[in-house]
C-alpha cells in the first residue's frame, strides 16, 4: 500500500512520483491512497507511522519508509548480482 499525494497517474509532488515511478520499474503491483483527500488519514498516518514525510510504502502492514529507503533498496538490488559474485569467487 503506497500513502501518496495525489494518485500513481498524476502524483501531486516529486517524491511520490518518483516512488510510484520506481515501484512500477520494479513490476511491483500496489495499492495506494491520495492522503490530501483525507486529512484524518494524513494525520492518523504521522501518529501511526511516527514518520513525518509523504510518500509512505508499506508491506505487509510494515512502513518501508520514504523515497530516499525505496531509491537505497533500488540501488542495492541493481548491484546484488554483482555483491553475490564476489562473494562466491571469495570462497
Known amino acids: 500500500m503506497l500513502f501518496m499525494k495525489g494518485n500513481p497517474d498524476a502524483p501531486r509532488c516529486g517524491f511520490s512520483s518518483k516512488v510510484v515511478n520506481d515501484l512500477r520499474e520494479a513490476g511491483v503491483s500496489f495499492g495506494?491512497?491520495?492522503i490530501l483527500t483525507?486529512?484524518?488519514?494524513s494525520q492518523g498516518l504521522e501518529v501511526i507511522s511516527n514518520w513525518l514525510t509523504i510518500p509512505q510504502p508499506y508491506y505487509k502492514g510494515e512502513l518501508v519508509g520514504g523515497?530516499?529507503?525505496i531509491?537505497?533498496?533500488?540501488?542495492?538490488?541493481?548491484?546484488m548480482?554483482?555483491?553475490l559474485s564476489r562473494v562466491v569467487q571469495s570462497v
Open 32 to 34: 495506494w491512497l491520495d
Open 38 to 41: 483525507d486529512d484524518e488519514v
Open 67 to 69: 523515497c530516499d529507503i
Open 71 to 79: 531509491l537505497e533498496l533500488k540501488t542495492m538490488m541493481s548491484r
Open 81 to 83: 548480482p554483482e555483491c
